[in-house]
């Protein structure tokens, strides 16, 4: 079964510093998804992304972070200057069609630490 | 604006036995609701979907939760927990239509199952 990827499984960033999450959705998808998920916490919806351009955004997605699709398979999420409460389990997701409530496809992940 | 609530951060049920994991929502919308499963340094994963069919849904692994509009419940169950089912249990919530299908979650409640 098709699978969305993330990489790097763990990244571990100085604050301050420039990062870049990627992610790569189920090829034949069209809408894709950031969350974060804070230690202890709850899966928090950060931004959704469809035909090049933000669809929707949450207040915790401010003028520090960007999202990219660069090419026809990856996604990328951009904090421009890390925090330290940056640090967090960032979930990328896709879903092929949102009229259908197609569920949403997760990938596994990438745990996000700031020193 | 959508809302969750997870009742009981922590379940402990011994092998064999029922679980039931709660959830209880807030939609302006009539909801289109999820449960997902979290099992350590892994991705969500989709265990069933209510979409205004069935009020009882069967999912995968042997859960099962039935949507209860009248108590705006959707509680998820299992008839005899196995130790395999020790993990985290997410219940979400999605725009019927009024967002790009951005996932509102719960707390989450971390299932144990005990021999």
């Known amino acids: 079964e098709p699978e969305v990827t993330q990489t790097p499984s763990h990244q571990v960033t100085q604050m301050g510093q420039e990062v870049i999450l990627r992610c790569v959705p189920i090829?034949?998808?069209?809408?894709f998804y950031w969350y974060r998920q804070i230690l202890g916490q709850k899966v928090e919806f950060l931004v959704s992304?469809?035909?090049?351009?933000?669809?929707?955004k949450s207040e915790i997605f401010d003028d520090q972070f960007s999202v990219e699709r660069p090419d026809g398979s990856n996604f990328t999420l951009k904090i421009r200057s890390t925090k330290l409460e940056d640090s967090a389990m960032y979930f990328c997701?896709?879903?092929?069609?949102?009229?259908?409530?197609?569920?949403?496809?997760f990938g596994d992940g990438t745990r996000l630490s700031i020193l | 604006a959508q809302s969750v609530t997870q009742l009981g951060s922590h379940v402990s049920v011994s092998e064999g036995a029922l679980v039931l994991l709660r959830c209880n929502y807030s939609?302006?919308?009539?909801?289109?609701l999820f449960w997902y499963v979290q099992y350590p340094n892994q991705g969500l994963q989709l265990l069933l979907k209510?979409?205004?069919?069935?009020?009882l849904v069967k999912g995968i692994n042997g859960f099962e939760a039935e949507f209860k509009k009248s108590e705006t419940s959707f509680h998820l169950t299992k008839p005899s927990a196995h130790m395999s089912d020790a993990a985290e249990y997410f219940c979400?919530?999605?725009?019927?239509?009024?967002?790009?299908?951005?996932?509102?979650f719960g707390q989450g409640t971390i299932l144990t199952v005990h021999p």
């Open positions: 979400a919530v999605s725009d019927a239509g009024t967002s790009y299908g951005k996932l509102t």
């Open positions: 992304f469809y035909n090049n351009e933000i669809s929707e």
């Open positions: 997701a896709s879903i092929f069609d949102r009229e259908e409530v197609q569920p949403q496809h």
């Open positions: 939609s302006s919308v009539p909801p289109y």
């Open positions: 209510y979409t205004s069919a069935a009020t």
């Open positions: 090829s034949n998808h069209l809408y």
